[in-house]
């Protein structure tokens, strides 16, 4: 397995193994989302669903299996008009957990849980209905501000970096 995923137990690898590897969800490395990959989001989402779940005694391997493939909607964003972003947002909050519910079940066989996790992760668009979607939904919101921010925070720091050395010169 590649060096992003070697921060992870093993109890996570060895159940994320047969979906990470799978060549459908290894095209989410192609897919930008917010700092880096949808692949990176999910595993990262996934892992931290898992910890909380592990935590809580719940069903980890739902946990793990659901959130490694609430973002499985293999699609680019098309670049977004500002006049449109907020419908685009809505449109995408609404669709995006269906198509990868769509998408997970042409390649996996899922249980209740796990289809849950998907279909609700986007709440208040979708309720959960176990705790493990709960906490995959909130996990998913912590970590893609985590990740917009580090983007955001990046985007300034060199903006001002480099109109400082404009000065300069």
Same mark, same amino acid.
């Given at each position: 397995?590649?060096?992003?995923?070697?921060?992870?137990?093993?109890?996570?690898?060895?159940?994320?193994k047969?979906?990470?590897?799978?060549?459908?969800?290894?095209?989410?490395?192609?897919?930008?989302?917010?700092?880096?990959?949808v692949?990176?989001?999910?595993?990262?989402?996934?892992?931290?669903?898992?910890?909380? +779940? %592990?935590?809580?005694?719940?069903?980890?391997?739902?946990? #793990?299996?659901?959130?490694?493939? @609430?973002d =499985?909607?293999?699609?680019?964003?098309?670049?977004?008009?500002?006049?449109?972003?907020?419908?685009?947002?809505?449109?995408?909050?609404r669709?995006?957990?269906?198509?990868?519910?769509e998408? +997970? %079940?042409?390649?996996?066989?899922?249980?209740?849980?796990? #289809?849950?996790?998907?279909?609700n @992760?986007? =709440?208040?668009?979708?309720?959960?209905?176990?705790?493990?979607?709960?906490i995959?939904?909130?996990?998913?919101k912590?970590?893609?501000?985590?990740?917009?921010?580090?983007?955001?925070?990046?985007?300034?720091?060199?903006?001002?970096?480099?109109?400082?050395?404009?000065?300069?010169?």
């Open positions: 397995m590649e060096k992003i995923l070697t921060k992870y137990d093993e109890f996570f690898l060895k159940t994320a047969p979906i990470i590897e799978h060549e459908e969800y290894q095209k989410m490395k192609y897919i930008p989302h917010h700092n880096g990959s692949f990176e989001h999910c595993v990262r989402v996934a892992y931290l669903s898992y910890k909380i +779940a %592990l935590w809580c005694r719940l069903d980890v391997v739902s946990t #793990i299996r659901g959130a490694l493939l @609430h =499985f909607y293999l699609y680019k964003f098309k670049k977004r008009e500002k006049k449109n972003l907020l419908a685009e947002g809505y449109r995408h909050s669709n995006h957990p269906k198509i990868a519910k998408n +997970a %079940l042409k390649y996996f066989n899922l249980n209740e849980k796990e #289809i849950d996790i998907i279909i @992760h986007m =709440f208040p668009v979708g309720l959960p209905r176990c705790y493990e979607a709960w995959t939904s909130f996990a998913d912590g970590l893609a501000l985590l990740e917009y921010s580090v983007r955001a925070w990046t985007f300034a720091y060199l903006k001002t970096k480099i109109s400082l050395k404009a000065r300069r010169h």
